[in-house]
T-cell receptor
Framework: EAGVAQSPRYKIIEKRQSVAFWCNPI?????LYWYQQILGQGPKLLIQ????????DSQLPKDRFSAERLKGVDSTLKIQPAKLEDSAVYLC???????????FGPGTRLLVL | EDQVTQSPEALRLQEGESSSLNCSYT??????LFWYRQDPGKGPEFLFT?????EEKEKERLKATLTKKESFLHITAPKPEDSATYLC????????????WGAGTKLIIKP
């Protein structure tokens, strides 16, 4: 069974530029999560989707971050404009249902200069 | 406030030297406690889920246990390939089943 796919794996941008990350979850998984992980910390949930609807986006900085999950399958996370403090690893995870085990992709490492 | 604390922050062991990692938690209602392993440059890899006090699960050299206040990840006769950061997360019944994460324990096994 294929795991969670993410791209790109690495991205370097200047501050105030925009960037987008893509995630394809495990086939059949209804719930999709985007996390931000800063070095030395646990993941921080940004947004949770159930199929193509948003369950929780309370920690998403909505002035600069946006996310969508069209057709309830793959998802994109966008940052516009980026700030220096957005440098982190962005992890995508999926689960069969919202209370089930989450499986993670390899992450996208973002460096904002 | 729901909280998860992992200790120690880092642990260096010699190959074959057994030890334990701790995850203490405070939640209003526990649905499950999850252990993940994270290698540098990779996403967290699922290891175990524990649901009730007294429950134990094993996988190769790893054994996870759960009490009402904490969980331990016991590592028996570790090998260098067990080196990684081990993350603990708690799922509460009253928070949309979202995971509350600890900061992790970085384990280094020297040959």
């Amino acid at each position: 069974e294929a795991g969670v796919a993410q791209s790109p794996r690495y991205k370097i941008i200047e501050k105030r530029q925009s960037v987008a990350f893509w995630c394809n979850p495990i086939s059949g998984h209804a719930t999709l999560y985007w996390y931000q992980q800063i070095l030395g910390q646990g993941p921080k949930l940004l947004i949770q989707f159930q199929n193509n609807g948003v369950v929780d986006d309370s920690q998403l900085p909505k002035d600069r971050f946006s996310a969508e999950r069209l057709k309830g399958v793959d998802s994109t996370l966008k940052i516009q404009p980026a700030k220096l403090e957005d440098s982190a690893v962005y992890l995508c995870a999926s689960s069969l249902a919202y209370q089930e085990t989450q499986y993670f992709g390899p992450g996208t490492r973002l460096l904002v200069l | 406030e729901d909280q998860v604390t992992q200790s120690p922050e880092a642990l260096r062991l010699q190959e074959g030297e057994s030890s334990s990692l701790n995850c203490s938690y405070t939640v209003s209602g526990l649905r499950g406690l999850f252990w993940y392993r994270q290698d540098p440059g990779k996403g967290p890899e699922f290891l175990f889920t524990l649901y009730s006090a007294g429950e134990e699960k094993e996988k190769e050299r790893l054994k996870a246990t759960l009490t009402k206040k904490e969980s331990f990840l016991h590592i028996t006769a570790p090998k260098p390939e067990d080196s990684a950061t081990y993350l603990c997360a708690v799922q509460a019944t009253d928070s949309n089943y979202q995971l509350i994460w600890g900061a992790g324990t970085k384990l280094i096994i020297k040959p």
